[in-house]
């Protein structure tokens, strides 16, 4: 493993400040002024890295964009193609839980914020959420449409009602601060899918 540059270290430590002060504050109310501060970095220095605060602001989604892919890869765990699915969400509850549902998830607030303001942001969210719903779909192709409680219900929609269903459940959670708004989301996922 490769160590990291004093400049690759500053620039992703910009990053990851500046994701949190997002995921709290979303990216109207997140100042330049905001981001220098929490960060600790002298402005000529910010800007020898990013270029404007929308470049900040879309590289910070690029940087969680390539951190979800890789948790959801390693979230599929189970003994069947629903199973992983299930727990699949299971682990999304768990990340919430961890913030204790403060702040939401960056891909559904950059969403309603941004996406008809800006089609760059809107291009990086799609992403994420086209490659979410292509990776459930995935597993729910190998389970076999015999296998879903709604079998009338194609494996493509099926996977795009999870994803809408956790993102609406991570924004109830959040407005409610009670975890059971999201994990009652769960519970219908999991019917669904016979688990």
Known sequence: MTQMKKGEKTREHILKTTRA????NGFHNTSISDIIKASGVKKGNLYYHF??????GLE?????KEEFFQFLAQSFQGHSPCAKVVNSCQAIFAEQKKNNF??????GNAALEMSDLNPRFSEVIHGVFAHWVDEIERHLSMAGEGSLLLGNVSSALMAKTIVATIEGGIMMSRVSKDQADLKECLVVIAAMLGQ
């Not at 002060?21 to 709290?24: E, N």
């Not at 403060?102 to 891909?107: A, I, K, P």
């Open 102 to 107: 403060v702040g939401g998830c960056l891909f």
């Open 51 to 56: 270029a404007s605060k929308e470049d900040i």
């Open 21 to 24: 002060i997002l995921v709290a």
């Open 60 to 64: 910070v989604l690029e940087d969680a």
